[in-house]
T-cell receptor, first 114, second 115 residues
Framework: GNSVTQMEGPVTLSEEAFLTINCTYT??????LFWYVQYPGEGLQLLLK?????DKGSNKGFEATYRKETTSFHLEKGSVQVSDSAVYFC?????????????FGAGTRLFVKA | DTGVSQDPRHKITKRGQNVTFRCDPI?????LYWYRQTLGQGPEFLTY????????KSRLLSDRFSAERPKGSFSTLEIQRTEQGDSAMYLC?????????????FGPGTRLLVL
């Protein structure tokens, strides 16, 4: 079945450091890929998405490229801020094989120190 | 647009009791989803509605769980004869339902603790 694996946290960085959170997926079809973020005390919200191979999703300085050859969708940001501290979830949705549900990874907690 | 709302935000109950949660999606959103999230894990899909029709249910949704979406607006999730293993955050999400795949908008969740 479809699944998502992301790097375990927590990840602790200093402000302005470069961020990478790895995400790989398994899917029998051609899924759409997402990164959701959960800030402390808030609900999940979409950060970015990509719907086909080689697409790059971007938002708030974060980027991720849909790599079909490596089945990956790694999240990157060039310079993190304290306000980026949150839990980040990689996710996929595959209408052809998985219906409308979204499958989430376990989440990676990011701490950014001032 | 007030976003997805859920009620209650917190619920403490004793094992064996029944509980019901409510979700109000973003108005005009046709699709509504329920997920369960336990500590340190990502949300796990429970069920999905297209308008008032329940189109998909996870194997996680045992016969003690039932969900409804009368009139295709708000939805309720009921858990009968609660067990300690039901303790989790229950999340509701909605999406437009125009085409897939779509961005899902999540509510703040209902945190359930079964004693």
């Amino acid at each position: 079945g479809n699944s998502v694996t992301q790097m375990e946290g927590p990840v602790t960085l200093s402000e302005e450091a470069f961020l990478t959170i790895n995400c790989t997926y398994t899917a029998t079809g051609y899924p759409s890929l997402f990164w959701y973020v959960q800030y402390p005390g808030e609900g999940l919200q979409l950060l970015l998405k990509a719907t086909k191979a080689d697409d790059k999703g971007s938002n708030k300085g974060f980027e991720a490229t849909y790599r079909k050859e490596t089945t990956s969708f790694h999240l990157e940001k060039g310079s993190v801020q304290v306000s980026d501290s949150a839990v980040y979830f990689c996710a996929l949705s595959d209408l052809n094989t998985g219906g409308f549900k979204t499958i989430f990874g376990a989440g990676t907690r990011l701490f950014v120190k001032a | 647009d007030t976003g997805v709302s859920q009620d209650p935000r917190h619920k403490i109950t004793k094992r064996g009791q029944n509980v019901t949660f409510r979700c109000d999606p973003i108005s005009e959103h046709n699709r509504l989803y329920w997920y369960r999230q336990t500590l340190g894990q990502g949300p796990e899909f429970l069920t999905y509605f297209q308008n008032e029709a329940q189109l998909e249910k996870s194997r996680l949704l045992s016969d003690r769980f039932s969900a409804e979406r009368p009139k295709g607006s708000f939805s309720t999730l009921e858990i009968q004869r609660t067990e300690q293993g039901d303790s989790a955050m229950y999340l509701c999400a909605s999406s437009e339902g125009i085409q897939g795949p779509e961005t899902q908008y999540f509510g703040p969740g209902t945190r359930l603790l079964v004693l």
